[in-house]
């Protein structure tokens, strides 16, 4: 099933200002119904599912997929969805959340580089090294925990050298066959404050809930702030931020969806060709099993 989701509407350009006060969070849906969008997620999926096998089988490729956002997003839901039909095997998720003591006695980056795909294979970071330029700017007494030598005196220094960090990380990544996707779900801030409501009023969903998302509600605006500046200096050709609007849970899926399998699908990948030799191999296999 064909879609008209165009990725390309929801880039950050290299370089480009970001204002996200001005970037909606809620667009016209791309489904008319509950069974057009099952539908069209169906779609994706099975494009994901053929793109996946090709993508391990080729072996040339890695894809890391990148989730970032304010807490009740969608984050889970839209991995939960959007991989429904994927291999397992080849797919792995990781979520990180606090550094531990062992993970503070490495750069930054470290904790995550361990977590990298292989070629082959789809890895997913719900969240991951951006929150060493998101949450720890936000909240900066964080930097003395982490003990960087010769620690420079302002705060943007210290952004901008993880800005450079982050963006050289990915462009080694890049070189090397590794495509980055990074998608942030662009949530408003009375979404957010229904979503958690939900989280109170109905009891299958408490469990979801804690002070600290409260506490965090009150940074709001900081951590626009991160975010514009974070996506405007790490945005690239070729790793590329992409803002999706996200309230509406299932309009942000099938949008994350085509992301996704478009960013395959340009790889223009193909099953490994069998040469003559490895045929006649195949075939004298043959003979033994029809025996």
Known sequence: ??????????????????????????????????????????????RLVEQQELLYASDCYALLIIFQAMDGAGKDGAIRHVMSGVN????QVFSYRHPSPIELQHDFLWRTTRDLPERGRIGIFNRSYYEEVLVVRVHPELLASEVVPDAPLDDETVWRRRYRSIANLESHLHANGTRIVKIYLHLSKDEQRKRFLARIDEADKNWKFSQADIEERKYWKSYMTAYEQCMKHTSTRDSPWYVVPADDKENARLIVAQIVVRALERLKMSYPETSEERRRELLSFRKVLAQ
């Open 88 to 91: 397992p095997q080849g797919c």
């Open 1 to 46: 099933m064909t879609t008209k989701i165009k990725p390309k509407d929801f880039r950050v350009r290299r370089g480009a200002a970001v204002d996200l006060k001005n970037l909606p969070t809620a667009i016209d849906p791309f489904y008319s119904s509950k069974e057009d969008y099952q539908a069209i997620l169906d779609g994706q999926v099975a």
